[in-house]
């Protein structure tokens, strides 16, 4: 989710071979153009344009997703409830090798709710709350609106985590025996302490001996403690233990000494309740760290889960400290069942994540895997162990112990480790090795995209060019094949032809790799403007993102950019976005709001828009930041109740974004109010009667002030209800003036009227109009593929698939189709037989 594996391929040499300054900082036509470059420039054009290898990744990947989701849902429906976290866990893992993130959470979340133990619980509980990073504002609005979120916050572990204490119960019946002597003195230094010999002897059996047994003190009345590491106050407060079975107000070193003479002298009751009394004064980070330690060493799980629970809901940022990574570094098998219990796989799980996010070649991620491999106990759980350690000694250059790893994972049954020893042998020369090895894996098994994006790696020419292809047959989403094939039509160069290879990725997939690639071909060019574009999408996608291998920081490049295009006004900004907007070119506006958030227009408005373009090109997280941006600077408060209310909207709380309108329409009545609750109206609503409701709503919106974006969206929404009530005059009239003022995506709207009445051509030449105006149109074709012949159909998904291979619509349609086809040749086939035919 947040791992970063840069790729082993890349050499310190070439990294320092490109200067990008060199291309940016010059006046303009002192560069060649392109076409005719010097030895030189095309030498740092060679650098700009390189694609590093694709890294061996740190996921779980099997053969056969399905089967194995199958296999763990099976397992889930039959399993003791003490396993259910961990079944959920490996459910995470698949998901993660996915990339499905929703689903990700959602299987994080399940194995929290089911834990099975305390300590799964607080695991989960901070994985969870490490997930959710930048989302707490969601549980402040959800209170505003009397609501409280299901959190993760810490958890009671004092009254929570139960210890067995029939050691103690035992004690107890032995005290049975008449003592000649009530009470019995121990002297500690020049302090006499008088105490209930059986009291004191119910302490534990080895109290109990000394004091009835054979011993000799079991006839003394005092009796010198002077040697025993305890203090007068100490031992006064274990006494008044014993008088009232608990430990009142302790100073915090007298509960440390007592926890240890409580451990020396197995006194079990009194042990409990000291761990649990210094687990109850854990508040912070230091006092975790200090403690720790002395739960470890005296055995005292309370404590030790206490402490662990403040770490990890300070996860990331405890690890930059050294004194908590060597506490989980440092751990042995009795620590760790001490700290966690029998959740010491689903911890290092968790560490290493977070450690793989933040630095994957360190030593802290390097340690805290061997944790894991020595924590795992299924061969599910070996074979993802041994693979992300191996990923990482890969990393650090440790190919021997790399290789060690993967071929433990392999024999675990993880295919995909071959791919890393295969890497392992083209380091070290063996090419050819390489490429058989990965060879045989593809004709054994049913082949997969990475198997011949890794074999590609080990040939050259034609055959290469194969291997890539059947890649991206088979795996659409891998963007190195895209990258490799477009940086080597630039070199050619055939510029439209490398252009058009990376644009197919980013017209369904907003890769950053992909883009920082594209801006290096247009920076070759010479095209600013369009380099600039791509650089401040980057940029409001990750606004800390590192270009160049992770050398140059994207707003450095921008800056240096920027000089070389011409100055846009406010005005020109406006007019750029209500062109780009019509065009349904989503990077384009992205880069225009960018750019426009450096002027004095208002920033919580962009911040708004810029949330609603990446909401529509898939980037949740993205948009999330920028819907809280616009929170942040609203200029008024019914604007910020506004975007309080799409927050929780998109956020699945319709009924608290609902309540965020109306008191937003109560101070002002404003569009974006009357929009808000027009659509989460809509979409909270399950009585058909609220459409006239929703209708009158969005009238309201439109006599409201708006710019011509935001209109021409009221307009489509308005006419989609207009619709849904089969009113198709009104419907059409909405949607010719979303049209008048260019929201083109209202021509899909106006294609469904013309459906509706019966008027199939006119559909089909409207949707005509959408696909030849927008930018991305795969879903244009696949709407107008709704509207034509057979042979029409197949060709309009044919070229859904082709600009947008996730869309599942086209491989469902000719799936039955083609089902369709066999079950009619099947009735003709049992038709000629007759009688004989047998019934199925």
């Known amino acids: 989710m947040r791992t970063f594996f840069p790729s082993e391929s890349c050499k310190e040499s070439q990294l320092n071979a490109l200067n990008p300054q060199s291309w940016l900082q010059v006046e303009r036509g002192k560069l060649s153009k392109f076409s005719s470059c010097s030895s030189s420039s095309s030498s740092s054009i060679e650098s700009l ?3 590093p290898e694709p890294p061996i990744l740190p996921f779980y990947k099997p053969i056969d997703y399905v089967e194995v989701l199958a296999q763990i849902h099976e397992e889930l429906e039959s399993c003791s409830p003490q396993d259910r976290s961990n079944l959920y866990l490996l459910q995470f893992q698949v998901f993660r090798g996915l990339g499905e993130v929703k689903l990700m959470r959602r299987s994080l979340r399940l194995a929290w709710q089911k834990a099975g133990s305390v300590h799964e619980k607080l695991v989960f509980g901070a994985w969870l709350k490490y997930e959710k990073q930048g989302e707490e504002i969601i549980s402040d609005l959800l209170a505003t609106c009397g609501k409280c979120a299901q959190a993760f916050g810490p958890l009671d572990v004092v009254s929570q985590l139960h210890t067995d204490l029939s050691l103690s119960s035992e004690v107890s019946v032995m005290m049975n025996a008449d003592c000649k002597l009530r009470n019995v003195v121990f002297i500690i230094g020049d302090e006499k302490i008088v105490c209930d010999r059986k009291k004191i002897a119910g302490l534990s059996a080895p109290f109990h001996a000394m004091l009835n047994g054979s011993f000799a003190e079991s006839s003394c009345e005092h009796i010198d403690f002077s040697e025993n590491n305890i203090s007068p106050l100490g031992f006064k407060t274990i006494n008044d233990f ?29 042990k409990d309740a000291c761990d649990r009394k210094l687990a109850s004064l854990v508040s912070s980070r230091e006092d975790a760290v200090e403690l720790m330690e002395y739960a470890l060493q005296e055995n005292s799980p309370v404590l030790a889960a ?13 690890l930059n400290d050294d004194r908590v990574v060597d506490i989980f570094s440092n751990a042995n098998k009795q620590e760790r069942m001490i700290m966690v219990g029998t959740a010491s796989f689903s911890l290092y799980c968790l560490l290493s994540e977070v450690s793989m996010s933040l630095d994957p070649r360190s030593n802290k991620t390097a340690s805290f895997l061997e944790r894991l491999v020595e924590s795992a106990e299924t061969n599910r759980q070996k074979l993802l162990a041994f693979h992300q350690l191996g990923c990482v000694r890969l990393l650090r250059k440790e190919y021997d112990e790399a290789e060690h790893l993967f071929e433990e994972a392999v024999n675990a049954g993880h295919v995909y480790s071959i791919s890393g020893l295969a890497r392992l042998g083209y380091i070290s020369g063996h090419r050819i090795w390489a490429y058989e090895k990965i060879s045989s894996v593809i004709s054994s098994v049913t082949p997969l995209g990475w198997m011949y994006l890794e074999r590609s790696l080990y040939c050259d020419g034609d055959k290469k060019y194969e291997d890539l292809e059947k890649a991206t047959e088979l795996d659409p989403t891998l963007t190195y094949p895209y990258m490799y094939r477009a940086a080597s039509l630039m070199r050619k160069p055939n510029v439209q032809a490398a252009l058009a ?3 197919r990725v980013l017209g369904f997939k907003l890769a950053l790799e992909c883009l920082e690639l594209r801006f290096c071909f247009y920076l070759a060019l010479e095209d600013y403007q369009a380099a600039l574009c791509d650089v401040q999408t980057i940029l409001t996608l990750s606004p800390d993102y590192r270009m160049f291998e992770g050398r140059v920081a994207a707003y450095q490049l921008r800056t240096l950019v920027r000089e070389h295009v011409g100055h846009w006004t406010t005005a020109d900004c406006w007019m750029q976005l209500y062109e780009k907007w019509s065009a349904v070119d989503d990077i384009g506006s992205l880069s225009v709001i960018y750019q426009m958030l450096e002027s004095d227009a208002p920033k919580g408005v962009l911040y708004f828009r810029q949330s609603l373009l990446l909401l529509r090109l898939n980037c949740p997280e993205a948009a ?3 819907q809280q941006l616009a929170r942040q600077h609203a200029s008024t408060e019914h604007e910020r109740l506004v975007y309080e209310g799409w927050i929780l909207y998109d956020t699945g709380h319709c009924e608290e974004g609902l309540r965020k309108a109306e008191e937003s329409i109560k101070i002002n009545r404003s569009f974006e109010a009357f929009f808000l609750k027009a659509y989460a109206l809509a979409d909270s609503s399950q009585d058909p009667s609220c459409s006239s409701t929703v209708v009158s709503l969005l009238q309201d919106a439109l006599k409201c002030p708006s710019d011509r974006l935001r209109k021409g969206q009221a307009l489509n929404n308005l006419g989609s209800v207009y619709v849904d009530s089969e009113d198709l005059d009104s419907a059409a009239d909405c949607y010719i003036n979303a049209l008048k003022i260019r929201h083109t995506r209202a021509h899909q709207g106006l294609a469904r009227v013309h459906y509706l009445r019966n008027d199939k051509a006119a559909a089909y030449k409207e949707m005509t109009k959408l696909v030849e105006n927008a930018r991305n149109n795969a879903s244009a074709y696949e709407k107008r593929s709704e509207y034509c012949d057979r042979e029409l159909t197949k060709a309009d998904l ?22 369709l086809i066999l079950l009619n040749s099947f009735d003709g086939w049992s038709q000629r037989k007759g009688s004989n035919c047998r019934t199925f």
């Open 624 to 626: 999330m930041q920028s």
């Open 501 to 503: 290879e990376i644009n």
């Open 306 to 318: 206490s402490c662990l629970q403040v770490f990890l809901y300070e996860l990331p940022d405890c």
């Open 49 to 51: 344009i390189k694609v």
């Open 242 to 270: 014993c008088e009232t079975g608990s430990l009142n107000e302790v100073p915090h070193n007298n509960l440390l000494e007592i926890l240890v003479f409580a451990n020396n002298f197995c006194c079990e009751r009194l």
């Open 798 to 819: 044919e070229m859904v698939t082709k600009l947008d291979p996730l869309r599942v619509y086209p491989y469902r349609f000719r799936a039955a189709v083609a089902s």
